[in-house]
């Protein structure tokens, strides 16, 4: 293991809920250069961060490899860590390497287990699959099996270190899970001076039908759609006016329609540079690591995506509220 240097970076302060280690999963293609800065951009200096190169032996051209050929890669393993690392600088944060040979989604589970990790950052696709925004098999392994905050970045990110994010979309359905991400979405914007969108999708209520829809029938959705998105303003303005009082230029945005494909439409045509939410949202069931809505996003939004698994700003005095509450509740100072 060699230790690299990151150069410090004003305004980023302490990170905003990690406490143990940082993986940040590179290959040997070039945007996994991609992988490091945005790490840093969420997290912040104070946090031991690794970058872990997996050799993996399962592949065809490296399971025949002869031992000169498998040196050979390990040394130009070794090059690229170091070159990823320098890229950032040479003062500042110290930043580790791991090289490991194995199979690439179960050693990285096995290190983020190892050595308590809080976040495995991972880019969406590895250097043998096409660059689209869809999951790479390496990826969904990971994603599916550990059981940590996930970072995900696609290969069309920015690399240039420090990343600088402009606008960070945090998507509400009035759950207390889904609102547990608000105290890191704060620390985060305030660290970057980026705007910070609050999103409500009012999803259009469907009624038994055997036959054509009815006046009244027609009315009656009108009715409980026009409801929900004037509920649904009402909280996301009183969570605005909360995350306001930390000085961060706050936008409260509710849409109406299919929840997945509209925030997928409002991150592309409002150029959102990272989305933030919770694993879960207000169904919150025992039998799959994600929901419905986190599941569709991660392999079809065109921007960094950080999923928070565990909910640690409840252990702090986080109390939030559901729609329709009369007041919500933030941390006096978030993350602080």
Known sequence: MRAFNLPGRKGLGEPPFLDGAIAVCIDQSERSGN??????????LGVPATLVHVLDAGRAKIRRADPIEWELLRREARETLERL?????SAGQNIDADLIEGRAAEQICR??????????????CGDDEPSTSHLGTTARDVIDTASVSILLVPPTASGTCPVRYRRILVPLD??????????????????HHAELLLVHVASIPEL????????????????LAGRNERVARQYLDRLKSRVARHGIDVRAVVLRGDVRSQLVKLVSEDEVDLVLLSAKGRSNRSDVPYGSVTSYLMT?????????????????GYRPA????????????AMS
């Open 35 to 44: 992988l490091l800065p945005h790490a840093l951009a969420v997290t912040g």
């Open 85 to 89: 690392a320098d890229a950032c600088g």
């Open 111 to 124: 290190w983020a287990r190892d050595h308590a990790a809080d976040l495995v950052v991972l880019g969406t």
């Open 174 to 191: 009035g759950s207390s899970a889904a609102e547990s991400v608000l105290p890191h979405a704060i620390r985060i914007a305030e660290a």
């Open 208 to 223: 038994t039908e055997v036959g054509p829809a009815e006046a009244e029938d027609v009315e009656l959705c009108e009715r």
């Open 300 to 316: 079809r939004v065109a921007a960094p995506i950080l999923i928070v698994r565990t909910q640690p700003a409840l252990a702090m």
């Open 322 to 333: 559901a729609i329709g509450h009369t007041e919500v509740r933030l941390p006096n100072r």
